[in-house]
């Protein structure tokens, strides 16, 4: 066992408030409220309840101001105090480059939809591995060194996978993979050339999950999304800080995020309430949304039927990252889409491939199936007269398309064949134009 496992004990030493500047005060848990130091743990001892990163938010107000903020580099560290960090040196940060993704005004997707301010969050251009997933990694990962570990692991459907292997590489810690077996081929690729061990494993997410529950408790690694996963979770709460800041530092009317784990719902929308408690948003209210594959959609279910009992399901769809059949924060996804007065929906595979042509062919971004989900519960929630057309709605897209080729490869028009001539070029322009030349080549 390593040393960061034989240091759980005394974490709450290790890292204590009284020796740094850190904000963080405790682990807290989410359903009884017993209070636990700062250490690897993730499930509360008394109910078994998971555990949430605290802060004295009174010392963050005091401490950081929106001039403050948008001085420092374009990353997520830029919201370092309210991230459950203790360094001294900001090199051991790691995921330097991650975060503040492009807010995009989509005005021609917009017009199709019947939206004047329609807004997508692109985390298909978040550094280095194309998802939202680089958010998590850095700040577990920093956490996980801050913890003396030298060994990460996760269990994954796999853009978590590339996100910790490539951070794992960066850091110079061992790793080692866990995914489902059928997991996308770019995904897998885009784990192993870092140099991490990846382990496929017979069966669904969830079997992926309790297996590597067991291996965290036996090798004493650090499991981003198990036992590190308080400080994971807050990872996801930067997206939702970028959001309110590049519109300006106010809240959407509107936001759709996809659910898998349920992960980054309830973050997100913890964000929007932390940058009210500093005092970085003044007002404003929003609501959220959760997106879900017809194939894999335990929470929405929940979320329609009017119940807290989620029932766990076998996912089927093509939306490999999101088919997660027992979410393991699929509760608080509710919970934070009722109190916002939100709503959820699901989208079936044809519905996701069209959403993923339509995004591609309006602003020119390429999504993974995710965010094609994400968007096609958009078109509906407006269908729905849920969203209004004067309302301002922000889309998040959470992974790059080109990770997940083989989900739109057969959906897609295939290229035009031709020899090398101008006669033949001219015959297919013909067919592919029936017969109606372009203004340019009117010539």
Not at 109 to 126: P, Q, R
Not at 201 to 206: A, E, K, L, M, T
């Amino acid at each position: 066992m390593e040393a960061g496992a034989s240091r759980i004990a005394r974490a709450g030493q290790v890292t204590g408030i009284e020796e740094t500047m850190s904000y963080i005060t405790n682990l807290k848990c989410r359903e009884c409220g017993q209070e636990y130091p700062i250490s690897p743990l993730h499930v509360c001892e008394t109910c078994f309840g998971p555990l949430e990163v605290t802060y004295d938010y009174a010392r963050i107000r005091a401490a950081i101001s929106r001039s403050t903020i948008e001085k420092r580099p374009h990353n997520l560290w830029r919201y370092r105090e309210l991230l459950p960090v203790d360094v001294d040196d900001k090199s051991d940060l790691v995921g330097p480059n991650s975060g503040f993704t492009p807010l995009l005004h989509c005005k021609r997707l917009g017009a199709e939809l019947g939206l004047k301010h329609l807004y997508i969050k692109d985390d298909t251009v978040n550094h280095p591995t194309l998802s939202y997933k680089d958010r998590v990694v850095s700040v577990s990962i920093t956490k996980a060194r801050e913890f003396g570990f030298t060994t990460v692991s996760c269990a994954s459907t796999g853009n978590l996978a590339t996100a910790v292997a490539a951070h794992a590489a960066r850091a110079g810690l061992q790793c080692y993979i866990f995914m489902p077996e059928g997991v996308e081929a770019g995904k897998v690729v885009g784990s192993t050339i870092y140099g991490a061990k990846v382990i496929t494993i017979r069966g669904n997410y969830d079997d992926v999950n309790r297996l590597c529950s067991e291996i965290a408790d036996k090798y004493g690694w650090a499991f981003v999304n198990i036992n590190l996963r308080p400080f994971y979770t807050e990872g996801a709460k930067t997206f939702g800080f970028e959001v309110a800041e590049q519109l300006g530092w106010r809240l959407p009317d509107h936001i759709v995020v996809p659910t898998a784990g349920g992960t980054i719902l309830p973050k997100v929308a913890k964000a929007f309430k932390e940058l009210k408690e500093v005092g970085l948003i003044k007002s404003g209210e929003f609501k959220i949304h959760s997106a879900q594959a017809a194939g894999s959609a335990p929470v929405i279910h929940a979320l329609h039927k009017g119940t807290d009992l989620i029932t766990p399901v076998k996912p089927d769809t093509i939306a490999k990252s999101i088919a997660i059949g027992n979410p393991a924060d699929g509760f608080y996804v509710l919970k934070a889409v009722r109190d916002s007065g939100g709503w959820g929906d699901v989208a079936t595979d044809p519905e996701i491939i069209d959403a993923i042509k339509l995004l591609a062919r309006t602003e020119g971004i390429f999504a993974e199936p995710a965010g094609g989900t994400t968007l096609a519960v958009t078109i509906k929630l407006v269908k729905q007269g849920r969203i209004k057309p004067d309302e301002t709605v922000v889309v998040s897209i959470t992974g790059n398309g080109y990770k997940t080729l083989e989900a739109v490869a057969s959906a897609i028009e295939q290229p035009s064949i031709i020899d090398a001539r101008l006669k033949d070029f001219d015959a297919l322009f013909d067919r592919l134009t029936n017969g109606k030349r372009t203004a340019d080549s009117a010539a």
